[in-house]
C-alpha cells in the first residue's frame, strides 16, 4: 500500500537552506506534493512535482525527487522565521476506478527557524 | 484557503453528543473530502464524496456519517462523540477545474474536542 514518511522535526537557522526530506513507496506515484501548516490554519499547497520530472524550482524553493530511490526533498533557500511551519509531504495514487487520485500524506515536518 | 470555510473552527462537546461540522466551497469542485489530524498521526481520510450522488469511506469512517446536500456542501457528523475523536477535522476539495486534476486545497479546519 502507499505509505508516505518524513522525520518529524528540523531546526535552522535563518538565512541558512532548509532542507526537509520525505520518502515514498508507491512507485505508481503520479504528482507529489509539499505542502505548509501554519500555526492554525488549514493546509496550503507550497508546491507540486509530476513523476516523469526530477527537480523543480519556484523562486526561493526547490522540489528534487529521485524516482528510483523514491525520495522527495524539499529545499528552502535563505529560510525565514516566516518559513516556521509543519510541512507535508504527499503522493498522489491513481485509484482502479472512478480516475479518483487516492492523496497519502506523511506526518508532517515541523520547520523551526531560529532567528 | 478562503475558497473553503469551515464552521464551527473550535467546538467544545460532551461524550455522547451529536455533533455536525460543516464545509462549504466556492471552488466549482465536484470533490469533497474529510480528513482528520492528529499529532504524530498526520491526516487520515474520514469520508470523501466525488459528487452529491456518491459517498465513499476512507480509512477511518468508523463513527462518522456524511452528507452531500449539495455540490457545495459537505458535512460530517459525529453520531454520538467520544474523546478520541478530540482531534483537528479538515475539509478538502478537488476537481477538474484546477490546474491539477485532484489537487486537493484545504478549510481552516474545526478544532474539536469532546469532554
Known amino acids: 500500500g502507499e505509505d508516505v514518511e518524513q522525520s518529524l522535526f528540523l531546526s535552522v537557522r535563518e538565512g541558512d537552506s532548509s532542507v526537509i526530506n520525505c520518502t515514498y513507496t508507491?512507485?505508481?506515484?503520479?504528482?507529489l506534493y509539499w505542502y505548509k501548516q501554519e500555526p492554525g490554519a488549514g493546509l496550503q499547497l507550497l508546491t507540486y512535482?509530476?513523476?516523469?520530472?526530477d527537480m523543480k524550482q519556484d523562486q526561493r524553493l526547490t522540489v528534487l525527487l529521485n524516482k528510483k530511490d523514491k525520495h522527495l526533498s524539499l529545499r528552502i533557500a535563505d529560510t525565514q522565521t516566516g518559513d516556521s511551519a509543519i510541512y507535508f509531504c504527499?503522493?498522489?495514487?491513481?485509484?482502479?476506478?472512478?480516475?479518483?487520485?487516492?492523496?497519502?500524506f506523511g506526518i508532517g515536518t515541523k520547520l523551526q527557524v531560529i532567528p | 484557503d478562503a475558497d473553503v470555510t469551515q464552521t464551527p473552527r473550535n467546538r467544545i462537546t460532551k461524550t455522547g453528543k451529536r455533533i455536525m461540522l460543516e464545509c462549504s466551497q466556492t471552488?466549482?469542485?465536484?470533490?469533497m473530502y474529510w480528513y482528520r489530524q492528529d499529532p504524530g498521526l498526520g491526516l487520515r481520510l474520514i469520508y470523501y464524496?466525488?459528487?452529491?450522488?456518491?459517498?465513499n469511506k476512507g480509512e477511518i469512517s468508523d463513527g462518522y456519517s456524511v452528507s452531500r446536500q449539495a455540490q457545495a456542501k459537505f458535512s460530517l457528523s459525529l453520531e454520538s462523540a467520544i474523546p478520541n475523536q478530540t482531534a483537528l477535522y479538515f475539509c478538502?476539495?478537488?476537481?477538474?477545474?484546477?490546474?491539477?486534476?485532484?489537487?486537493?486545497?484545504f478549510g481552516p479546519g474545526t478544532r474539536l474536542t469532546v469532554l
Open positions: 464524496s466525488f459528487d452529491v450522488k456518491d459517498i
Open positions: 512535482i509530476f513523476s516523469n520530472m
Open positions: 478538502a476539495t478537488s476537481g477538474v477545474t484546477s490546474v491539477l486534476t485532484d489537487t486537493q486545497y
Open positions: 471552488k466549482g469542485h465536484d470533490r
Open positions: 504527499a503522493e498522489s495514487t491513481m485509484m482502479n476506478s472512478g480516475g479518483y487520485q487516492k492523496v497519502t
Open positions: 508507491d512507485s505508481s506515484s503520479t504528482y
